[in-house]
């Protein structure tokens, strides 16, 4: 056998491309690149799969209308696609009901009716007519009974026992009336001094006390009366609101006994009292009119018509300039109160009345 010569080392590489497989690589090469190109370029349009093979029908016993694109995909528009959805959902065909006078429960089991959403409870509140009031009654019909609470009366407090006022003393109701609101006062011993003339400066006091008027901050200044004395606020009260007055010496004379006129003057100016009647007719009643003085005369005739004036013993004797007794200033103060409307009218024969 002839031993075939050695190959020769070169035959065993590869052969250098030759011109139609370089174009066929050039080619291969471009048509993956075209292809990439058109990947990319597709890719806002959402990869929409549902244009690329048709929707399996949906299996229903509901017979579709006759419209005959009722199970046709509907594609979305650019501008109504939504990102995050990558397929298009066929639309659901319409039903068509027969008219069997039924409700909506009737419909086929294989169509699941929605459950309504109980809505929430809200307080609506209810329309109120002015001047009509609605009718009140309980779940079951019945009417509703409104219990109104009733308003309790201020308790007057009784008034003080004071051990010189015997029950058939002439002013014992008067003095129990005021001494009740404690717009009297008695003494320590338990005693009230009814025959006790009262000063100008008490007299101030029990005003004060009964009659109560709102006023503004007052400071008088008497020679007679100095800054530090007791009832100096009661008198400076007294002024201001009209019911005393002071003397033309710029002196109040606080411990003065204040006679029956000066009482019913101030009474009738501090409560604004007038009259269009005579006065001198009026005061004819009195058997000692003579003895009133002039500037009170008109002040006098006005307490008469206004059952401020009480005497004791004879309602006939005015004794205008006689000093007042706490016992007879509780009476007119009373009266003055009576006839404001704060107090009810009690019957006694003092009590002066003009026809």
Not at 25 to 30: D, E, K, L, N, R
Not at 117 to 136: E, F, K, N, R, Y
Not at 227 to 248: M, R, V
């Amino acid at each position: 056998m002839t031993d075939l010569p050695p190959s020769s080392p070169r035959s065993s590489q590869k052969s250098p491309l030759d011109f139609d497989e370089f174009i066929g690589i050039i080619v291969a090469f471009t048509t993956i690149g075209a292809i990439l190109f058109w990947s990319f370029s597709r890719r806002n349009a959402n990869w929409n799969l549902g244009q690329l093979q048709p929707a399996s029908p949906i299996t229903s016993n509901v017979q579709p209308t006759d419209s005959p694109s009722s199970n046709d995909l509907v594609p979305l528009q650019p501008n109504q696609a939504n990102p995050g959805l990558g397929l298009q959902l066929p639309v659901i065909p319409s039903v068509e009901q027969p008219n069997t006078g039924n409700k909506v429960n009737n419909l086929p089991s294989s169509i699941n009716q929605p459950t309504p959403a109980p809505l929430p409870t809200v307080g609506v509140s209810p329309v109120i007519v002015p001047g009509v009031v609605p009718p009140l009654s309980n779940e079951d019909g019945t009417p509703f009974q409104v219990t109104t609470p009733v308003a309790s009366l201020p308790v007057t407090p009784p008034p003080r026992a004071f051990t010189d006022i015997p029950d058939n003393f002439w002013a014992k109701r008067f003095i129990d009336v005021l001494s009740s609101r404690k717009i009297i006062e008695g003494f320590k011993d338990y005693s009230f001094r009814p025959d006790q003339p009262i000063t100008r400066a008490e007299f101030a006091a029990i005003v004060e006390r009964a009659f109560n008027k709102e006023i503004g901050q007052t400071k008088l200044e008497f020679t007679d009366v100095p800054a530090n004395y007791w009832a100096i606020g009661a008198i400076n009260d007294g002024i201001a609101t009209g019911f005393l007055k002071g003397y033309p010496d710029k002196t109040f004379k606080p411990e003065q006994k204040i006679p029956r006129v000066q009482v019913l003057v101030a009474l009738t100016s501090g409560l604004n009292l007038t009259t269009a009647t005579v006065p001198d007719r009026i005061l004819s009643i009195y058997e000692d009119a003579k003895d009133i003085p002039k500037y009170a005369v008109e002040k006098v005739a006005i307490a008469s018509t206004q059952g401020l004036v009480v005497n004791y013993p004879n309602r006939k004797t005015l004794a205008p300039n006689r000093e007042a007794t706490r016992a007879e200033v509780a009476a007119m103060i009373h009266q003055a109160l009576v006839r404001m409307g704060q107090l009810p009218a009690i019957q006694s024969e003092n009590i002066v009345k003009v026809k």
